[in-house]
């Protein structure tokens, strides 16, 4: 299995959504500050102030992170490769993530609120203690439309590769069956025998 994905263009929508919330909230906090001025009697100047830059701030916000963004988004490349998955990302520095299928131990599905609205999702590759994130991730394959066809395939990769851990939690214990477990207390008394014998 081969594949080169882009994300779609309703990731670079979802990011403006974003910044919409981010400045809807600013203007909201400083509404409150205002309210709070006004019935504290202060003065009118430090409000028309205060909106000034608020105002500032968030255009300045919009006229840098949005062209950030699209870069960013019309950078991002991942490939499904037979024995790994490749993330080719990078505005000015462009850089190339290998995450070996041996190394992974599970592709999270995630959507947030905006994923669910937009009809987009996103995979994060959960590896065996190598992630240098604070989410505990190696990877992320963001803005994908066919997310559960992928998902499905990228978990049925992980299946064949590692059929017992895929099968089992860390909490939830190998289970044997009765035979199994009599055959191996069986040995462990021959052993014993033969121990005590000599």
């Not at 024995?83 to 131990?105: A, E």
């Not at 895929?166 to 207390?185: C, D, K, N």
Request: hydrophobic content about 45%.
């Amino acid at each position: 299995m081969e594949e080169t994905i882009k994300p779609d263009r309703k990731l670079f929508t979802k990011t403006i959504w974003v910044l919409a919330t981010i400045s809807a909230f600013i203007f909201a906090a400083v509404l409150i500050i205002t309210l709070i001025i006004l019935v504290a009697g202060g003065e009118p100047e430090a409000l028309l102030v205060l909106w000034l830059l608020a105002g500032l701030a968030a255009v300045a916000v919009w006229f840098i992170a949005c062209p950030i963004a699209w870069l960013w988004i019309k950078n991002l490349s991942y490939f499904i490769l037979d024995d790994r998955v490749t993330i080719q990302k990078g505005i000015l520095t462009k850089t190339q993530q290998n995450i070996p299928y041996r190394s992974v131990t599970d592709f999270i599905l995630q959507r947030t609120l905006y994923d669910r609205i937009l009809g987009i999702g996103s995979i994060k590759i959960q590896t065996a203690g190598q992630s240098q994130t604070p989410g505990g991730y190696e990877g992320s394959m963001a803005g994908l439309v066919d997310y559960e066809r992928l998902h499905g395939q990228l978990k049925e990769k992980l299946r064949s590769l590692h059929p017992v851990s895929e099968s089992l939690t860390t909490a939830e214990p190998v289970r044997t069956s009765t035979a199994q477990l009599l055959e191996q207390i069986l040995q462990e008394l021959k052993a014993i025998r033969s121990n005590t014998e000599k």
